[in-house]
């Protein structure tokens, strides 16, 4: 598979959703968590998706438990969480594996992508609105940084 396009993922509500809904949206991919000292970052995610969604931008957040077991919560009890903490509206999955043995399908083609496993919560995969992956931001990277916001704009276009 050479395009995040190809790929089917589950919402946070646990329906099937073809990323192909999001061809011609730039993407902006993050494995989330609650319990985790990046969780504030929820807040900029948020920020980007009210600034950006009407230009083009999605935001995703695919929560994971692999990295210090920061997400423990059911997807209800996420999507609570997101919504009562930080106003989320914007597009949440349901609990995925991000690294290791099985691998959410979309987030092997990212890291494959992008120099191998994710290191921790909240990296960041910039998509182009192609579906091919553009670039991935570790997790000390804030989502309203200069460095994602201007490779944000310039996806835009």
């Not at 959703?17 to 993050?30: D, E, F, T």
């Not at 998706?49 to 009890?77: C, I, K, M, W």
Request: aromatic fraction near 10%; hydrophobic fraction near 40%; glycine fraction near 12%.
């Amino acid at each position: 598979m050479a395009s995040v396009h190809d790929f089917t993922v589950k919402t946070i509500m646990g329906a099937d959703k073809s990323m192909k809904g999001y061809a011609g949206r730039v993407l902006l991919i993050v494995n989330v968590a609650s319990e985790c000292g990046y969780t504030p970052q929820y807040k900029g995610l948020q920020e980007l998706h009210e600034r950006y969604d009407a230009r083009g931008l999605s935001v995703l957040g695919f929560p994971a438990n692999e990295f210090g077991a920061q997400e423990p919560g059911t997807d209800d009890r996420i999507q609570r969480f997101c919504q009562e903490r930080y106003g989320v509206t914007f597009g949440m999955f349901s609990k995925i594996v991000a690294k290791g043995a099985g691998i959410s399908p979309l987030f092997a083609h990212l890291t494959s992508s992008t120099g191998g496993d994710i290191k921790w919560n909240f990296t960041k995969f910039l998509v182009g609105k192609d579906g091919a992956v553009l670039g991935r931001f570790e997790p000390a990277v804030e989502p309203t940084s200069a460095e994602l916001v201007s490779a944000i704009e310039a996806a835009l276009g």
